[in-house]
């Protein structure tokens, strides 16, 4: 069973920087796509940010420039880099796995999709003041 439990969230003045990062455990092999989705109150959850099972990344145009997404094999960890956050990044993060097997030849914007991934940690709070 895929486990996947999110850490690094909290509070930061417009302007910041967060780290989050996603410790994943009870899976095997690379043919795997992941990804960090958010969801503020009283709004849908949106994709943020995945990285595809060929290494290669893709982002949401509202966080393109700002976020990183990386991934440590050896850790087995999945990390978000924000900076320069707004106020609007405000949301609860949620770390995702499609597993075991995520083609990484379809288009950017499938991979963040919350329907394609199967697997969800319970999130971390990332609130920005301005």
């Known amino acids: 069973q895929v486990q996947l439990v999110e850490s690094g969230g909290g509070s930061v003045q417009a302007g910041g920087s967060l780290r989050l990062s996603c410790a994943a455990s009870?899976?095997?092999?690379?043919?795997?796509?992941m990804g960090w989705f958010r969801q503020a109150p009283g709004k849908e959850r949106e994709g943020v940010a995945a990285i595809k099972s060929d290494g290669s990344t893709t982002y949401a145009d509202s966080v393109k420039g700002r976020f990183t997404i990386s991934q440590d094999n050896a850790k087995n960890r999945l990390y978000l880099q924000m900076n320069s956050l707004k106020p609007e990044d405000t949301a609860m993060y949620y770390c995702?796995?499609?597993?075991?097997?995520?083609?990484?030849?379809?288009?950017?914007?499938?991979?963040?999709?919350?329907?394609?991934?199967?697997?969800w940690g319970q999130g971390t709070q990332v609130t920005v003041s301005s």
């Open positions: 995702a796995a499609a597993w075991p097997f995520c083609s990484s030849k379809r288009g950017g914007s499938w991979y963040l999709l919350g329907p394609n991934y199967n697997y």
């Open positions: 009870g899976y095997t092999g690379t043919g795997y796509c």
